[in-house]
């Protein structure tokens, strides 16, 4: 998920304060879902909104775009007061850099030409990262100057027998943003914290070592959504996958915490391992009852819920 700000006016994104008519902002070329999330701009939506990356761009391209993020959302009677920063490790986008990403980043036929706000539900930084744009030194660097939250610290050892922490649940997650944050959404109605590996700081860690320190929890979900297509060498036919990081992480949560404190959420129709026996799947229904479901596999671990 990305913010995507677009203004008429060339001098906009100087002084780091732009204000949007409301009309235009989370509401023009984004999709009904995320309108409906995050347009009456509560608490929540805002704090979510500025953890999305941005693109600061002029109409039509007229001069190089920026990457950054939202510092402060002030909402107004008839518009929205918004803070910016560029994130000093990323160079500016050459002018095009936009068009050339225009089927990746989802941007409408004309949306170049109208002053907006947009929420895309796209990878950004995988997107640039594939379109040269920027490279993984840049990004990881970009990642480490974020402020690092409160240490996860490793469960305990008592006699041979690990305490698990039944305060925070691991979330593991495709390109799906939206289930990623009604799943976050849930853990937090609960009165615990869902931990989401991108949203915590690198702190010079790789992937793995990310992993391996703040999946030191008492319960790990992972969402299965249609993010791939894949199928057999060969095949005619295709189906939709989870991206491979999910499974990996999948297989990775059970390895450490034990099958009976992983549970797989699935949405769609998507394949699932099948070399996994006695996995917990969860269908993500419209109704919710997986809620309910997955209510009963965190109980029967020891969480209060």
Not at 19 to 46: C, L, P
Not at 139 to 156: C, I, M, R, T
Request: with cysteine.
């Amino acid at each position: 998920m990305f913010n995507l700000l677009i203004s008429w006016n060339p001098e906009s994104w100087n002084s780091g304060l732009y204000e949007m008519e409301r009309g235009r902002s989370v509401v023009e070329y984004t999709a009904d879902e995320i309108q409906e999330r995050y347009r009456n701009f509560d608490e929540k939506s805002i704090r979510e909104l500025k953890s999305f990356p941005c693109l600061f761009v002029v109409e039509n391209e007229e001069r190089e775009s920026r990457i950054g993020y939202i510092t402060d959302i002030r909402v107004r009677q008839n518009t929205i007061v918004i803070h910016f920063e560029f994130d000093p490790i990323f160079p500016p986008l050459a002018i095009g850099a936009i068009e050339d990403m225009r089927v990746d980043i989802d941007l409408g036929r004309f949306e170049l030409s109208r002053t907006h706000w947009a929420v895309k539900d796209e990878p950004l930084f995988e997107i640039l990262l594939r379109k040269g744009h920027i490279s993984q030194q840049q990004l990881n660097a970009s990642q480490a100057l974020k402020e690092p939250p409160p240490l996860v610290v490793p469960p305990p050892v008592h006699g041979g027998q690990i305490t698990f922490n039944t305060s925070q649940v691991f979330i593991v997650h495709g390109h799906d943003d939206l289930a990623k944050l009604e799943m976050a959404d849930f853990i937090e109605s609960m009165g615990l914290e869902p931990i989401i590996l991108h949203m915590q700081a690198s702190s010079g860690r790789t992937i793995i070592e990310k992993i391996e320190h703040y999946s030191n929890v008492g319960f790990g979900i992972v969402l299965y959504t249609p993010c791939d297509v894949g199928s057999k060498a060969g095949a005619l036919n295709s189906a939709y996958r989870a991206r491979q990081n999910v499974v990996f992480e999948h297989g990775y949560l059970i390895g450490k915490l034990g099958r009976p404190r992983v549970a797989a959420i699935v949405k769609d129709t998507v394949e699932t391992p099948n070399d996994i026996s006695g996995v917990v799947y969860v269908a993500l229904d419209p109704q919710g009852s997986w809620k309910e479901e997955l209510k009963t596999e965190m109980r029967s671990v020891g969480y209060q819920v």
